[in-house]
Each structure stands twice: as structure tokens, then as C-alpha cells.
């Protein structure tokens, strides 16, 4: 049995006791987590998940490569692979999130309605490039997790796949 087929044997065994994480207390959803990881990384080491959703309908399972490009085809082999399983929806790299939020990393906390982007053309290429502007950009400049911060946000609003495809960094 490949990997694939023998992961999605696992989570149809166990998927009821990740359908209602959000019920369980903070030791069991660890050992669940930790768990489920476990499961995934016998298939591929470098991609991960997130699980969620409205507790009224069904869950997402989201697998992500976290960006990586080198594994964008293990994380689509996955999800094509997915069964049908009832109170589930599976989903091949984190969506982008329409709408302000907010993000919080360490000391560090920003705010979508607090940024503000604009397109810069490059003449040469079709290449896009964008400035973010910050609201009190002054005050926050030199902390060192700014960048991975606004990279996160940047993935959040774009999407994993359309940011990783069209985001280089300087």
C-alpha cells in the first residue's frame, strides 16, 4: 500500500475525533495533533495542515507546503487522493481570506485596515512589485519579525499558491 493510499486509510479511521477539536482540551488536541502530523509527514515531511471551520458545518482539512514550491505536487497528489468523507472538505493549499484581519506575531501585531499597497510597474518585464505601507511604520521598523510578519499576510490575502508563484522577495 503507497503512502497516500495508506494516510487516507488512517484519517478515515480516526477523522470523527478531529471533527470536534475545538471541544476538546488543549492536552488531547495536542496528542491529536501531534498525532495526525505524524500521519502526514510518513507521506511527506515537508507539508503540513491546518483543520478548522464553523463547528456547524463541515471541517477543512487544509494541506499546505507552507509555500515551498518543490512540494506543490505532494500536496496536490494528496488532495486528488481524498475519499469522500462525510462532515470533511479537503483543500490543496491555504486560500487566500477576503476581508481586514489581524495578525500577531511575538510583540509584534498588525492590521490589515492599517496597511495600505501600491503597485510598482517594472518598464523592462512584466514582473509586479508592491510597497507596503504601515501605519506607525516608525515605530515598529526595526523589529526583526516585521518582514516574516507582512509575508504571512501577504500569503494570507493572496493565497499559498498564487503568492508563492508571484511574490519575489528582495
Given amino acids: 500500500m503507497d503512502t497516500i493510499t495508506q494516510f487516507w486509510k488512517w484519517f478515515q479511521d480516526n477523522n470523527k475525533a478531529y471533527l470536534f477539536l475545538h471541544d476538546v482540551d488543549e492536552d488531547l488536541k495536542e496528542k491529536l495533533l501531534n498525532d ?11 507539508i503540513y495542515f491546518q483543520i478548522g471551520g464553523d463547528p456547524n458545518e463541515d471541517q477543512e482539512l487544509i494541506i499546505t507546503a507552507e509555500g515551498d514550491e518543490k512540494y506543490f505536487s505532494q500536496v496536490e497528489d494528496l488532495v486528488r487522493a481524498a475519499p469522500k468523507i462525510s462532515g470533511w472538505k479537503f483543500i490543496a493549499f491555504k486560500p487566500s481570506i477576503p476581508g481586514h484581519f489581524k495578525s500577531e506575531w511575538d510583540d509584534l501585531e498588525l492590521n490589515t485596515e492599517d496597511m495600505w499597497f501600491l503597485p510598482l510597474l517594472n518598464g523592462k518585464n512584466s514582473d509586479l512589485g508592491i510597497t507596503i505601507y504601515l501605519k506607525n511604520y516608525d ?6 519579525i516585521l518582514p516574516t510578519l507582512l509575508f ?16 519575489a522577495t528582495r
Avoid at 495526525?36 to 515537508?46: I, K, S, V
Avoid at 504571512?152 to 511574490?167: R, S, V
Fill in 36 to 46: 495526525f502530523e505524524e500521519q502526514l509527514h510518513n507521506y511527506c515531511d515537508q
Fill in 152 to 167: 504571512e499576510m501577504l500569503d494570507t490575502i493572496l493565497g499559498e499558491k498564487p503568492f508563492a508563484h508571484g511574490i
Fill in 139 to 144: 515605530l515598529i521598523k526595526d523589529n526583526e
